[in-house]
């Protein structure tokens, strides 16, 4: 893996904007086309190895969680746990999620795994690909995700509820709308009838015992791009249990598992050191060089790195209350201070693609970069 610097395209804001991508910048730029970062194939084929790899263990993961009744190290709520082996053991579908990988060249780590709400998921399936028919259109990319999501969306028609399939996110983020309106674009590329609808404004109507949209249509199939840790913590989502339509919900409850960073603990255990692992446990155990993450954090908050027992970086954040797990530390490759993650999508059971997020510090947070990528 090589970072190599180039100028960026000239118009390369009107280029991104003109595929629909409204929040490459704030103040400084999200989308970084100065560097791109070059992969060999043989360096492909062990990112996607280890996808594949790291899916099946995840898979085998839940169900030793739900076969072990370990929910409290999950900080999930019992109440919501009968939901949660219904959408396990129906085999509710999901479409997607990102593994987070440390490559320094040699070894091939899982940091976490976005399993629920994974985002950049337009930026590593469409940005980066119109970015290298620009750039070097003999070139390629790890990157079929687009194929793929509208191939899963086709496969997964049959087995959604009668009705339309509702797409929902928050009022206030573009980037989250962004994401689901790609989703959703794909799905209509899948001949599925489909709906927007802001979370803000799915109603519950108490007489038929079901979420409806705002013109009191039912939800009988809905994606959303909001975490379920936010859900089961508000009394919105208790009509969950209660819904007579037993609305499909994409990604599926299920995914609260992998989704939570006590995943990583529990992989190590039934996976004790597995190539593509690191150490992981729920207090500090033998670690001497390690990050303690929250349980449910997002974006890198309240993350602290210590190395000999001493703090080298730490973020502010809300959380932290949940729980923490504490993880060996791998040494990111260092690009004169720019330090990459590769993001692996798992999309339809199969590794898909990959986009680079890099950030100049060791944890990367919401003020990363997402930088193309192709192979040489």
């Known amino acids: 893996m090589q970072r190599i610097s180039i100028t960026p395209r000239p118009n390369w804001q009107q280029a991104v904007e003109n595929v629909g991508f409204g929040f490459h910048s704030s103040n400084t730029p999200y989308w970084d086309e ?8 043989d360096e492909v084929l062990l ?4 996808t594949n790899q790291l899916w099946e263990m995840c898979i085998n993961a839940v169900q030793y969680v739900i076969d072990k009744k370990l929910y409290d190290k999950f900080f999930i709520p019992q109440w919501f746990v009968p939901h949660i082996e219904k959408s396990w053991d129906e085999d509710h579908a999901s479409i997607y999620g990102r593994f987070d990988l440390g490559y320094d060249g040699t070894q091939l780590k899982m940091l976490e795994f976005n399993a629920d709400t994974p985002t950049s998921l337009f930026e590593a399936g469409i940005i980066q690909w119109y970015w290298l028919q620009d750039f ?7 990157n079929s995700i687009h194929d793929k999501l509208v ?5 997964l028609k ?4 009668a009705g339309k399939l509702h797409f929902t996110c928050i009022k206030q983020s573009l980037e989250d709308l962004t994401t689901v309106e790609y989703l959703r674009d794909c799905a209509i590329q899948a001949g599925m009838d489909t709906k927007l609808i802001y979370i803000d404004d799915i109603g519950w109507n108490a007489e038929l015992q079901a979420f409806v949209d705002r013109e009191e249509e039912q939800i009988k199939n809905i994606f959303k791009l909001y975490p379920y840790e936010w859900l089961v913590h508000e009394d919105f989502g208790k009509n969950i249990l209660q819904d007579k339509n037993n609305a499909l919900w ?12 006590a995943i990583l603990p529990i992989l190590w255990q039934l996976y004790p050191n597995h190539p593509h692992l690191l150490k992981s446990y729920f207090n500090k155990g033998d670690l001497t060089d390690y990050v303690k993450k929250p349980l449910l954090s997002r974006e890198g908050a309240n ?13 502010a954040g809300d959380y932290g209350e949940e729980g923490y797990v504490y993880q060996e530390l791998i040494n990111l490759p260092n690009f004169n201070n720019n330090y990459p993650i590769i993001g692996s999508w798992v999309i339809g059971q199969e590794a898909a693609g990959i986009g680079i997020r890099e950030s100049n510090t060791l944890i990367t947070n919401n003020t990363s970069r997402f930088i193309p990528h192709l192979i040489a």
């Open 47 to 50: 990112i996607e190895n280890a």
């Open 34 to 41: 100065s560097a791109y970062y070059q992969f060999t194939m």
């Open 158 to 161: 049959e087995y959604l509820h």
């Open 151 to 155: 191939d899963t969306w086709k496969y």
């Open 136 to 142: 070097n259109k003999d070139k390629d990319q790890f």
């Open 303 to 315: 993350v602290e790195i210590i190395k000999g027992n001493h703090t080298i970086e730490k973020t």
């Open 250 to 261: 994409i990604e599926p409850s299920w995914k609260m598992i992998l989704s939570n960073k």
